[in-house]
């Protein structure tokens, strides 16, 4: 009789239980904030994720969640409509921007440089000529002690053993704007190993993430990759001072950065663009925007008008943080160019 | 049962014990067909996204070593041979060690008690998580590899497997680590065969005045070898499918090289390496090199299982 009794009675108590739980979900979701979901780039994650921090503060009835899954994934996600806002380091090609049917808005939002970090017990300022170090990832160059190295680093004992040249195993905004400057300077590397963001390299080996690559630099000695420079910061890694177009030496500092993005020249409607090889004497020479994905046309009003206000903070009181956390704040220029833009999402 | 025992509360109570079992029935049922669903859905959903790849390159995929996302060209040789190459290494090494600690710890060398402790630290090797070998690899056999390759590539370099330069990342520092990642699965298997060998057999053997050594190498290893055999493809199916520490430690280069110190790629890293960024036609081909590896995988497997089955009814017969 009781093992008769005893199952209703815990169906009904679950029954009642479960009740109880869905109507607290519905109450909880009914009385949600707006909620903004983005993804994309790894590179501006820690910024953005700041900016989150800092806009909740302040505007508590605002739920933002930014998942650095990469550029790519990033487009996928904003293009199947999954989420509010995506993030690339490579912008998106006109063929991507043609697959998502409420239209794009490129935002430039902030700003970085890459550099090339190497392990060399004893050689602290490493100067790289651009014969150097395209020659270096074109695997050309495979000692340390080769004469191109040489040249430019007089006094410095280079060891005579080889080169390790770390790169990445995954598709990534990092290795785009690389390559792009690369192919830039060098029609040698544009023939053989070409722009994207997922090359052949033709030497070395490979790593998943800036961090990744990071970990393959700190433990091969003798190794040179190239990272975004807040990895190389963050991890104390001695970078290379690379040679520019001008023919100068330049380390990347955030004067030398922004002195190569203000050389960028946007097409007039659309701000998509990359300094890929800067011409000035001051500039360093590898340089780039990273990009917010907005719709031109959001389904949802209080969406849009959420969007907009976040981004609107990141892209004037949000910049100040850049600095800090490794990134160059945007030109004013751009900064202006990208509010005007943003003003047009509806 | 007779009829007049059905309203008894016995009959009752057998009865409810029947339905129960006929529900358990059905139950088991429902999870073993849900089972073979599951893996002819994974096929399914690899296959599905595979096709345009399948259809446009056939099998000339994995003759091709050249892996250009960028050109959109997708070889799968050199990783095919990477998966390959890195578990005959792993099993190259290990297979002997394992061998070892089998009969070491089937043998009565030691007393009961430690043999137990040695079984179960060999054995606990199989719960370290993948990427905690992948950690050790980094902090431990990278330095090693690159410091006793560089002397290898200086005084053996002319022979191609040892030609420089010695990378940390590299197929030797991957395979070494497999190695030990796939000992656990060689010694529990060997052992088991080992210690099943009837003692008969070992009684007769010393009967005849083998020793002891005698008669491990021509009676019971020959004896349990079919088991052996079985723990070693096992073993390879494990190293193959090996996805985390490998793709940490192996150096993920597209490129075909000959030498053991230099970086090479596998399968299971060209996926988790690639598939989150992948684009158009590169998922196709991730997807076709995915197929590659679980049927290469499951055929192993299922060799595995089939000599184990065998040989379990050949030491039958010997009981």
């Not at chain 1, 070395?204 to 990744?212: E, H, I, L, S, T």
């Not at chain 2, 089972?35 to 959903?45: D, G, K, Y």
Request: proline fraction near 5%.
């Amino acid at each position: 009789m009781e093992g008769k009794l005893l199952p209703m009675k815990t169906s009904k108590v679950s029954f009642l239980f479960l009740g109880a739980l869905v109507t607290q979900l519905v109450s909880w979701s009914a009385s949600a904030a707006t909620q903004l979901q983005g993804a994309g780039a790894t590179f501006p994650a820690p910024l953005y994720q700041r900016w989150i921090a800092e806009y909740s503060k302040a505007n508590p009835d605002v739920q933002i969640n930014y998942q650095g899954v990469g550029s790519g994934a990033g487009i996928k996600q904003f293009t199947q409509n999954l989420v509010s806002f995506g993030a690339s380091d490579a912008a998106m090609t006109d063929k991507e921007i043609a697959a998502v049917k409420q239209g794009v808005m490129l935002i430039p939002a902030t700003a970085g440089s890459i550099v090339l970090a190497y392990n060399l017990p004893g050689v602290d300022n490493l100067k790289l000529s651009r014969e150097a170090y395209v020659g270096i990832f074109l695997g050309k160059i495979a000692k340390w002690n080769d004469p191109a190295i040489a040249k430019t680093n007089e006094g410095v004992n280079l060891p005579n053993s080889p080169i390790t040249v770390c790169t990445r195993s995954d598709g990534s905004g990092t290795t785009f704007v690389f390559t792009k400057h690369l192919s830039a300077i060098s029609p040698e590397f544009k023939d053989k190993v070409g722009e994207g963001t997922s090359v052949t390299w033709p030497t070395g080996v490979a790593g998943k993430g800036n961090d990744g690559v990071t970990a393959l630099i700190k433990q091969n000695r003798g190794a040179i990759g190239y990272v975004e420079y807040g990895y190389a910061i963050h991890n104390k890694l001695p970078f290379a001072t690379l040679q520019n177009k001008a023919g100068e030496f330049v380390t990347a500092t955030t004067a030398s950065e922004e002195a190569a993005l203000a050389t960028t020249q946007f097409p007039p409607n659309l701000l998509r663009a990359w300094p890929s090889d800067p011409d000035c004497k001051e500039c360093y020479p590898i340089a780039t925007f990273t990009w917010l994905l907005l719709y031109q046309k959001y389904d949802n009003a209080q969406t849009a008008e959420a969007v907009k206000k976040f981004v609107n903070f990141g892209l004037t009181d949000g910049q100040k943080f850049s600095e800090e956390l490794g990134y160059i704040p945007l030109p004013k220029a751009v900064a202006d160019k990208s509010l005007e833009v943003l003003k047009t999402v509806q | 049962m007779a009829s007049g025992e059905r309203t008894s509360p016995a009959g009752n109570k057998m009865r409810k014990i029947k339905r129960r079992l006929d529900l358990f029935m059905v139950l088991t049922w429902v999870a073993s067909i849900a089972a073979v669903v599951t893996l002819l859905w994974i096929l399914e959903s690899i296959v599905t996204p595979a096709w345009p790849v399948i259809q446009h390159t056939g099998l000339s995929f994995f003759a091709s070593a050249v892996w250009d996302v960028n050109r959109d060209r997708y070889g799968a040789l050199p990783f095919l041979i990477g998966t390959a190459v890195s578990s005959l290494i792993a099993l190259i090494i290990a297979l002997p060690l394992g061998l070892f600690i089998a009969l070491f710890l089937s043998e009565n060398f030691l007393p009961l008690g430690v043999r137990h402790a040695i079984r179960f630290v060999v054995e606990l090797l199989a719960a370290i998580p993948s990427v905690v070998y992948g950690l050790w690899g980094i902090a431990v056999v990278i330095p090693l590899v690159q410091h006793f390759g560089g002397y290898l590539s200086d005084y053996l370099g002319f022979i191609p497997l040892f030609s420089g330069p010695a990378t940390g990342n590299s197929m030797l520092t991957a395979s070494l680590v497999l190695a030990i990642m796939v000992l656990p699965t060689i010694t529990a298997i060997s052992r088991t065969a080992l210690v099943a060998v009837p003692p008969t057999l070992r009684e007769g053997s010393y009967a005849v005045g083998a020793t002891r050594w005698e008669t491990i190498f021509r009676v019971l290893l020959p004896t349990a070898a079919p088991g052996i055999v079985a723990a070693t493809i096992l073993a390879f199916g494990r190293a193959m499918g090996e996805t985390m520490a490998v793709a940490m430690l192996i150096g993920n280069s597209p490129r075909l090289s000959w030498s053991l110190l230099s970086p090479a790629g596998t399968l299971a890293g060209l996926l988790a390496n690639q598939f989150g960024e992948a684009q158009g036609l590169q998922i196709s081909a991730l997807m076709y090199a995915a197929l590659a590896l679980v049927v290469l995988t499951l055929f192993v497997n299922m060799a595995g299982e089939a000599v184990l089955r065998r040989a379990e009814k050949a030491t039958a017969g010997i009981r």
